[in-house]
Nanobody, 123 residues
């Protein structure tokens, strides 16, 4: 059974930092790309970052480029999202999701999802 466990969310002031973690089990990690998808209140889910396990290629949405960094520890089957210089508009539920081999942008194309972790950025 494939499971993704996201953690690390919380309440932080604008300008602060958080690190999200996504631990994957039940999958061959190298066969998947792991994306971070966020859903702000009243808005649709958006892929903001992704990393391919096979070749370590990454994607960052313009909205987070230069502030968020995605990384991977294959030995721990874990993907991290380091979020710096957080803004109130980053407030959302953050999900990690897995897609076969390569990163993809439409959220509905991801095959497996974690439960989400809430990030709240106060002004």
């Amino acid at each position: 059974e494939v499971q993704l466990q996201a953690s690390g969310g919380g309440l932080v002031q604008a300008g602060g930092s958080l690190r999200l973690s996504c631990v994957a089990s039940g999958v061959t990690f190298e066969d998947y790309a792991i994306g971070w998808v966020r859903q702000a209140p009243g808005k649709e889910r958006v892929v903001i970052s992704c990393i391919s396990s096979a070749d370590r290629t990454t994607y960052q949405a313009d909205s987070v480029k230069g502030r968020f960094t995605i990384s991977m520890d294959n030995a721990k089957n874990t993907v991290y999202l380091q979020m710096n210089s957080l803004k109130p508009e980053d407030t959302a539920v953050y999900y990690c999701a897995a897609h076969a081999v390569i990163c993809t942008l439409p959220p509905h194309e991801y095959d497996y999802w974690g439960q989400g972790t809430l990030v709240t950025v106060s002004s």
